[in-house]
């Protein structure tokens, strides 16, 4: 899995659990395993990486 997988999958769990609003970048980056500047590298901001895990999780179900 590279780390852009890596973080999304982290992220949708974190949604899923807490919320979009609840789920801070602090944490997606601790529980993705990368930084904070490794997590904008790939996701410039936060709302990048709620998208990502949208289509993630529409691509898982169809």
């Known amino acids: 899995m ?3 997988d890596q973080i ?5 769990n974190e ?3 807490h ?3 609840a789920t801070g970048v602090d944490q997606l980056s601790r529980v ?4 904070k500047r ?6 410039p901001s936060k709302d990048h990486l709620i998208e990502a895990a949208l289509n993630l999780r529409d691509n ?3």
């Open 60 to 62: 898982a179900v169809f």
């Open 38 to 43: 490794t997590l904008y590298r790939y996701f």
């Open 19 to 21: 919320g979009f609003h």
């Open 8 to 12: 999304v999958n982290a992220a949708l």
């Open 15 to 17: 949604f899923y659990q």
């Open 32 to 35: 993705a395993g990368v930084t």
């Open 2 to 4: 590279n780390t852009s």
